[in-house]
């Protein structure tokens, strides 16, 4: 199984809401990622996760609130956001932060209203 | 610090033609890296990766790549096109705690 599984696919909120991102994988990695990505961009990494311990925050602003409740499974929490936080979410996972590859989730299509 | 180039915003090729993605690096380690590849409202799909051994990689899909030291490049090509692989392509390479992306190429592929 090499597969990281996020929900939902789509999400449409309002700037007021409060929301959460989900991602989950069981292939025993000890890193976990977030990512950003806008269209016809490449990935802009968020946070990074090793050992359920937050490793990297890429200076993102305090509306979007990681969680790693245990090794498969890393949140994203949103609130307050704003229209220009519309993107493709992307989750990722890896053996751990020397990998040789990274395993990527389909991502949530965020559109903030 | 290590980082990549891709050569290349967008590639037209037509159908049954060869595939050519150029990708460079810049990296004071030996590097390690990779492929990617994303359809349209999905995430990304690893395609190959290069971990300092064989330099000529292979793929899925029928990709391959090649690690050329001496021009620090990495360029993925395929020998012939099919309208499947009409994606973006990313070239990355292993940076501290992360990976590195390229700008991303998009490849049409034209009937």
């Known amino acids: 199984d090499t597969e990281v599984t996020q929900t939902p696919k789509h999400l449409v909120m309002g700037m007021t809401n409060k929301k959460s991102l989900k991602c989950e994988q069981h292939m025993g990695h000890r890193a976990m990622y977030w990512y950003k990505q806008k269209a016809k961009k490449p990935p802009e990494l968020m946070f990074v996760?090793?050992?359920?311990?937050?490793?990297i925050n890429e200076s993102v602003p305090s509306r979007f609130s990681p969680e790693c409740p245990n090794s498969s499974l890393l949140n994203l929490h949103l609130h307050a956001l704003q229209p220009e936080d519309s993107a493709l979410y992307l989750c990722?996972?890896?053996?751990?932060?020397?990998?040789?590859?990274?395993?990527f989730g389909q991502g949530t299509r965020l559109t903030v209203v | 610090a290590q980082s990549v180039t891709q050569l290349g915003s967008h590639v037209s090729v037509s159908e049954g033609a060869l595939v050519l993605l150029r990708c460079n690096y810049s990296?004071?380690?030996?590097?390690?890296l990779f492929w990617y590849v994303q359809y349209p409202n999905q995430g990304l799909q690893l395609l190959l990766k290069y971990t300092s051994a064989a330099t000529l990689v292979k793929g899925i899909n029928g990709f391959e790549a090649e690690f050329k030291k001496s021009e620090t490049s990495f360029h993925l090509t395929k020998p012939s096109a099919h309208m499947r692989d009409a994606a973006e392509y990313f070239c990355a390479c292993r940076g501290a705690q992360k990976l590195v992306f390229g700008q991303g190429t998009r490849l049409t592929i034209n009937p």
């Open positions: 990722a996972s890896s053996q751990d932060l020397r990998y040789t590859e990274a395993f």
């Open positions: 990296s004071s380690v030996p590097p390690y």
């Open positions: 996760y090793s050992y359920e311990k937050l490793s």
